[in-house]
């Protein structure tokens, strides 16, 4: 069956430093690979998009990699905040048309130390 | 931009009555809305997959006799929760996607925290 699996329920990092989440995944072939940002009681926002044919994606302090070879994608936060904290989604679009639902990961609960 | 609304925020409502919410993209026509289902601890689950003035595609396990969704406009999806009872306690939370702004992102909501008493 389909699964997505992120690293670690929770993970504390000292301000400054870079984040790394990890996101694998089994028996999918997504075309995209997203990651959203999830704050207590509230819906997820979108962060970034990967296509199956990039290698990395970067947005000011955030960077995405995906390989496909190893159904992995790691997530990166450089020069963490503690506004950086909250949960973070890998979510996958099995076909990437839109018309699809996402199927998301558990989530990584980021703690930034000050 | 592309905002979406969800109403109410938070419903208490007693087991065997039903509870409506709405779900509105603000600043955009949707081309198609999604409902999920978030307990505590877990991942967000896709529920249904509606397109406006079609029948909501619904996902294995979940009733859709029970959770009526419909899809009346380019703007609004309402899901139905009938005859709810505790166990449909939960965080339902909608998202939109828009072919006129991007295919592949989905604008969410920020939730409605159920409670059925």
């Known amino acids: 069956s389909q699964k997505i699996e992120q690293n670690s329920e929770a993970l504390n990092i000292q301000e400054g430093k870079t984040a790394t989440l990890t996101c694998n995944y089994t028996?999918?072939?997504?075309?995209?690979l997203q990651w959203y940002r999830q704050d207590p009681g509230r819906g997820p926002v979108f962060l970034l998009l990967?296509?199956?044919?990039?290698k990395e994606k970067r947005k000011e302090r955030l960077k995405v990699t995906f390989d496909t070879t190893l159904k992995q994608s790691l997530f990166h936060i450089t020069a963490s905040q503690p506004a950086d904290s909250a949960t973070y989604l890998c979510?996958?679009?099995?076909?990437?048309?839109?018309?699809?639902?996402?199927?998301f990961g558990k989530g990584t609960h980021l703690i930034i130390q000050p | 931009g592309a905002v979406v609304s969800q109403h109410p925020s938070r419903v208490i409502c007693k087991s065997g009555t039903s509870v409506k919410i709405e779900c509105r993209s603000l600043?955009?026509?949707?081309?198609?809305m999604f409902w999920y289902r978030q307990f505590p601890k877990q991942s967000l689950m896709l529920m249904a997959t509606?397109?406006?003035?079609?029948?909501?595609?619904?996902e294995q396990g979940v009733e859709k006799d029970k959770f009526l969704i419909n899809h009346a406009s380019l703007t609004l999806s309402t899901l139905t929760v009938t005859s709810a009872h505790p166990e449909d306690s939960s965080f339902y939370i909608c998202?939109?996607?828009?072919?006129?702004?991007?295919?592949?992102?989905?604008?969410f909501g920020p939730g409605t925290r159920l409670t059925v008493t």
């Open positions: 600043d955009f026509q949707a081309t198609t």
């Open positions: 509606s397109n406006e003035g079609s029948k909501a595609t619904y």
């Open positions: 998202s939109a996607t828009s072919r006129g702004i991007s295919p592949y992102e989905q604008y």
């Open positions: 979510a996958l679009d099995p076909r990437g048309g839109g018309a699809d639902g996402l199927t």
């Open positions: 990967i296509r199956e044919n990039e």
């Open positions: 028996n999918y072939s997504p075309a995209y």
